[in-house]
């Protein structure tokens, strides 16, 4: 007989869960501030300077019947896939399980048993069709501690098993670490496209905005591949990109301005409209808008912060996206670029050659109480803040070398990450945990979308068809 538990309604599919105080991982870092979980968490001793992966019995559903075994069997390597590809958890062998599905479906687990085979948690659980719906009953043991920790019934159409899959693991996740999830998430990239023949013109510069789960799944085109698009960002809502893109006018010459992209039904439209270019220029002595590029929106997703070039020289700018107001936060002086709004949205971090050499700044969301946050050598661009606020990501080149890097937002801590032949494009896991970025390891390696945790240990790349070159993680998706 299967458990009921209190019922939350999730756009479109049910989810059930009971569960017991919070726990977290004893996985073991270098650095604690790095890897610690939410208040109420068991903190985390540090002893060694790596991080040793938890392992996890993951499992397979029981199903009584062949039926039920063919829609379900995706839901816990899902979940399996996820979790160990944070680095914290790693897949106990099956070869090495001394109970079945169908005992644990109908009793609880021999925990002493699973002790034996050194797995710190077990997961199991069963499914059950009824027309076009799948129920999943899921529950989860501390092996170590003795106890269930954790149930989950979903029920869930066919269609939309694998959303409630990465649900759930971003359930487990938070139990386990403390943190929110991060897998129910998309990437949107740029891919590199082969040159093809035009005529008698040989196209070579082709992009093509794309996305996928992130996990890799359901990767689709958004755009045609018939313009060069680059820097794509999303929306706090997921539902919308902003992303550059050159595009020809009716004099054929190329034009570089933001585009927005409603990702449900492929519309897009242009940022900034005839009268505000016009406007810009009237208040720039008629000078000529070069381009805008570089956007990102605000966390409340009202506005957008974005560099324009006017005469040659670019400068920050934000938008009110619905009401048009434009706002010049910056001069023409030097050239400013690459704004990102804090979480609180309360400031803007971007990068200048104000001093002579391209470094970090933060000022006000209004252009006010400009510092400089980085000192060191090298070039400095693509600074991006945490979601949690207290780290800010860059992207660094020093002595033809690239790196991917973390400060404070005082300053303090500046630390490199990784480095790479090319290293570029770092965007935020929606917990902040992770840095997602673009890498290539050698000159003859293909550009790879990346994944590295803030102790720099664990990094993963993910194969996409073509070179990948901007990327961007997207906020967890409901």
């Known amino acids: 007989m299967l458990k009921k538990f209190p019922k939350i309604s999730l756009c479109g599919f049910l989810l059930f869960v009971s569960s017991a105080p919070s726990f977290a991982s004893s996985a073991r870092s270098s650095m604690s501030h790095f890897l610690g979980g939410k208040s109420g968490a068991v903190r985390v001793h540090i002893t060694q300077g790596r991080v040793k992966p938890d392992p996890i019995a993951f499992v397979a559903l029981y199903c009584a019947s062949k039926d039920e075994a063919k829609s379900a069997v995706p839901f816990v390597d899902i979940i399996q896939h996820d979790l160990c590809s944070s680095g914290l958890f790693t897949a106990t062998p099956p ?11 109908h009793a609880e687990p021999r925990l002493a048993d699973w002790r034996a085979v050194k797995t710190r948690f077990l997961l199991c659980g069963r499914a059950q069709t009824f027309g076009r ?3 999943v009953s899921l529950r989860l043991y501390d092996v170590n501690q003795g106890k269930k920790i954790l149930s989950f019934s979903v029920s869930v159409s066919k269609d939309t098993l694998r959303k ?15 943190d929110k999830g991060m897998f129910s998430t998309q990437l949107a990239y740029i891919e590199a496209l082969p040159p093809k023949v035009k005529g008698r013109k040989k196209l070579t510069y082709l992009r093509q905005l794309r996305i996928m789960d992130q996990d890799g799944a359901n990767d689709r085109a958004l755009t045609d591949g018939g313009n060069l698009v680059m820097t794509p960002r999303f929306s706090p809502d997921g539902r919308t990109l902003a992303y550059l893109a050159y595009k020809e006018d009716n004099k054929k010459r190329p034009l570089a301005h933001v585009y927005l992209l409603d990702i449900a039904t492929k519309r897009q439209r242009a940022l900034l409209t005839p009268d505000h270019f016009a406007a810009i220029a009237r208040a720039n002595g008629g000078a000529h808008v070069d381009m805008t590029y570089s956007p990102r929106f605000s966390p409340d997703g009202k506005s957008l912060c974005f560099a324009l070039i006017v005469d040659g020289k670019s400068a920050i700018y934000t938008m009110n996206i619905n009401e048009g107001h434009i706002r010049r936060l910056t001069d023409h002086r030097a050239i400013d670029t690459s704004p990102a709004y804090s979480p609180d949205g309360r400031s803007i971090v ?28 090298g070039k400095y661009s693509q600074p991006v803040f945490s979601p949690r606020g207290d780290f800010i990501a860059f992207a660094k080149q020093k002595s033809n070398q690239f790196f991917i890097g973390v400060v404070r937002p005082d300053g303090t801590e500046e630390r490199l990450i990784i480095q790479g032949y090319m290293a570029e494009s770092p965007s935020w896991s929606p917990n902040g945990r992770y840095i997602m970025f673009i890498w290539q390891s050698g000159r003859r390696r293909q550009q790879e979308i990346c994944k590295i945790d803030l102790t720099g240990f664990f990094m993963q790349t993910m194969k996409t068809q073509n070179e990948a070159r901007d990327c961007t993680w997207s906020p967890l998706i409901d």
């Open 133 to 135: 719906m799948v129920q």
């Open 350 to 377: 971007f990068t200048s050659n104000r001093s002579g050499k391209e470094k970090v700044y933060i000022m006000s969301r209004e252009g006010s109480n400009v510092r400089c946050v980085t000192q060191g050598d």
């Open 95 to 105: 070869s090495s399980f001394l109970q079945n599905p169908e005992s644990l479906a």
């Open 164 to 178: 409630a899959a990465h649900m759930a693991a971003d359930q487990i996740y938070t139990r386990l670490t403390g």
